[in-house]
């Protein structure tokens, strides 16, 4: 810092807190500090940092970063913590053993709050480190903040978004064990009985190879065949098929079209999350949009809060959920 500060005719203060993005330096003069400090190679020593500060500005993330949802939440946070002048440090559960452990390494880093993306609270037991911030459909832990979507309103979409189409028998395949997949499975049987349409729950998983494993089961058991050997015995069979999230609907997607069944000529297949799998023109598959932009700046923005009052009283906030249609789902009477 006493070069660059030297380099900039300004004081070693200065530069400091043009680095830490103080208001009280002017905009220019912090971008002017800026530009010097990485044209000459400055890199800033945050364990230092943090050694000095009564009260890091830094958050905590955890989350399963090989779910492409939880992974989306994380790098949208990134970007807002750093718009914001705070730090975030994103552990991976599946690394650490598990969200516990994962919640306790971040606490020796001095985080000044947690988030918890969506935790299966089965590995959690009574501990020190504990999240101020869930993104998930409930939270056991008393005090935190709540950012769940719309499971209710996304499911409804699409179930009458099927019925439209013709389909009135569904095949749903369950997520994991935890709190997300029987919110969402309540969800979907709701939704089903008030659209009119029979659905039959089938445990599944929220990995590709679940939804291969599961999709291969189905075809074994006959209740998927390509419509062109389709008998009497077949009428009565599912024609759509609805998955946990896209990367449990990308696997089936794959075991159906190895095993000769065409999607979405033979049978209808929805995802839920609208990743980028969804997105893909590879699978272009019919998702449920869960607003991964505006749950990430709520998260951020709670915590950022409880860094300032942590007396605050736990709050709620929902974000709607939108259905965006693709190729994947076409008319029953079609196929």
Do not use: W
């Amino acid at each position: 810092m006493r070069d660059v500060a030297e380099k900039a005719g300004v004081s070693i203060s200065t530069v400091s807190l043009a680095l830490r993005n103080d208001e009280r330096i002017t905009p220019e003069t912090r971008k002017e500090i800026h530009d010097l400090a990485n044209k000459m190679g400055y890199s800033r020593d945050i364990a230092g940092t943090l050694l000095r500060m009564d009260k890091a500005r830094i958050i905590g993330v955890v989350g399963q970063l090989n779910q492409e949802l939880h992974s989306e939440y994380v790098a949208r946070m990134h970007e807002i913590a750093s718009e914001e002048s705070f730090q975030l440090i994103s552990q991976d559960a599946n690394v650490y053993g598990g969200y516990e452990a994962a919640f306790n390494r971040l606490m020796q880093l001095r985080v000044s709050n947690l988030i918890a993306v969506n935790p299966s609270f089965l590995d959690i037991e009574v501990s020190s480190a504990i999240p101020s911030v869930v993104i998930g459909q409930a939270s056991p832990f008393d005090g935190a903040d709540l950012v769940r979507s719309s499971n209710e309103q996304g499911m409804l979409k699409l179930v009458d978004h099927l019925v439209n189409l013709g389909h009135r028998q569904v095949l749903y395949l369950d997520g994991p064990a935890g709190i997300s997949a029987p919110c969402r499975r309540d969800s979907m049987r709701n939704a089903a009985t008030r659209c009119g349409v029979e659905v039959t729950v089938v445990p599944s998983g929220n990995t590709m190879d679940d939804g291969f494993r599961v999709g291969n089961e189905l075809v074994e058991r006959g209740l998927f065949v390509p419509r062109s050997a389709a008998t009497s015995s077949t009428q009565n069979s599912p024609t759509a098929l609805v998955c946990y999230n896209d990367q449990c609907a990308q696997g089936a997607i794959i075991a159906l079209n190895r095993s000769g069944i065409s999607v979405p000529h033979d049978v209808s297949v929805a995802g839920f999350d609208n990743s980028s799998i969804a997105q893909s023109k590879a699978f272009d598959l019919t998702s449920v949009d869960r607003g991964v932009n505006e749950v990430s700046a709520l998260a951020i923005n709670l915590a950022i809060e409880r860094h300032e009052y942590p007396e605050l009283s736990p709050r709620v906030r929902e974000v709607p959920t939108t259905l965006v249609v693709r190729s994947s789902t076409a008319p029953a009477t079609q196929r």
